[in-house]
């Protein structure tokens, strides 16, 4: 895997394009859309997602985004806003974490607001966020878990192309709480990529 944190990961100048999607780092600037998002988002997406909980006002919007860039130069994560690349309205977001550097993989998380769904942003946004972490972080594998109970993850993931590979017990925490988890897989191919990562973020422009 790549070190994060170089200059070809500076979250200044990548931004991936792809399908009328434009994915970039979350920046301070992003706090009120991000907020925006959440709030009308809410129902949805908190019961499966943890970090909505601390967002009820732009100040922890940006407290949000803080610990997102924290993440980013740690090599903990590396979150990214999802806009419609025609008009520029925040439409989701999506996060590579929980990284196995042994073994080279990573999990993947997707949000998309609720009046965007049925657009089918969130199967591309999860194909060009594992794209990003096959070819720029030299992953061999990105998984996606979800609890059955989640039926909307899981149509995403099947959309997206990932193989369902089983269940497992007591495999995530949802608040505190051991859940059992539904795993899907991508890995390179999957994506008509080859078996070997690399590469470099095209600078934003």
């Known amino acids: 895997m790549n070190a994060p944190g170089t200059s070809d990961l500076n979250p200044l100048t990548i931004r991936l394009a792809d399908a009328g999607l434009v994915l970039t780092p979350f920046v301070p600037e992003d706090a009120p859309d991000l907020l925006d998002l959440a709030l009308e988002s809410a129902a949805e997406i908190r019961p499966w997602m943890r970090w909505t909980d601390s967002i009820a006002g732009l100040d922890g919007a940006l407290t949000m985004i803080s610990e997102w860039e924290r993440q980013w130069f740690s090599e903990e994560g590396f979150t990214f806003g999802a806009r419609d690349a025609a008009s520029g309205r925040m439409v989701g977001g999506g996060s590579l974490n929980q990284f196995n550097r042994k073994n080279a993989f990573a999990n993947l998380a997707y949000w998309v607001r609720t009046g965007e769904?049925?657009?089918?942003?969130?199967?591309?946004l999860a194909r060009m966020l594992s794209r990003f972490g096959f070819e720029h972080l030299g992953l061999n594998r990105v998984e996606i878990l979800m609890e059955p109970a989640n039926t909307a993850s899981l149509r995403v993931a099947e959309k997206a192309g990932a193989v369902r590979e089983g269940l497992l017990r007591h495999r995530i925490l949802n608040r505190g709480e051991p859940?059992?988890?539904?795993?899907?897989?991508?890995i390179p191919?999957?994506?008509g990529l080859g078996t070997e990562a690399g590469g470099s973020v095209k600078p934003a422009g």
Not at 117 to 124: L, M, V
Not at 179 to 186: K, N
């Open 189 to 191: 191919s999957d994506l």
């Open 179 to 186: 859940r059992t988890a539904v795993v899907f897989s991508l």
């Open 117 to 124: 769904r049925g657009r089918g942003i969130a199967p591309r």
